[in-house]
């Protein structure tokens, strides 16, 4: 016995997780080069100002859309730090 609803959710879910990767793999792409670029210029790999704006603008963002921003600052932070270990990969390798 199959339930269309439940595979019909299902498979919008499954569509949603595709489109997540492969936002996070062109952002990964794009904070790559960030990386590339600061340990070229000798900036350091992390930005607290920037990192704190970007927070409290995606706070901002997950109220408005029903989200909790709890989770989504939990989220933001988890690929910050992400992408500052490799930033401070990229200028170790310089």
Known sequence: M????????????????????????????????????????????ADPNRESIQIERLRSLAKSANLDPDFSEKFLRFIIDEVIHHHRKASAGK
């Open 2 to 45: 199959t339930d269309d609803t439940l595979a019909r959710y299902r498979e919008s879910i499954d569509n949603i997780d595709a489109a997540l990767v492969f936002m996070l793999a062109e952002r990964f792409k794009i904070t790559k080069a960030v990386g590339e670029h600061k340990a070229k210029t000798g900036l350091p790999p």
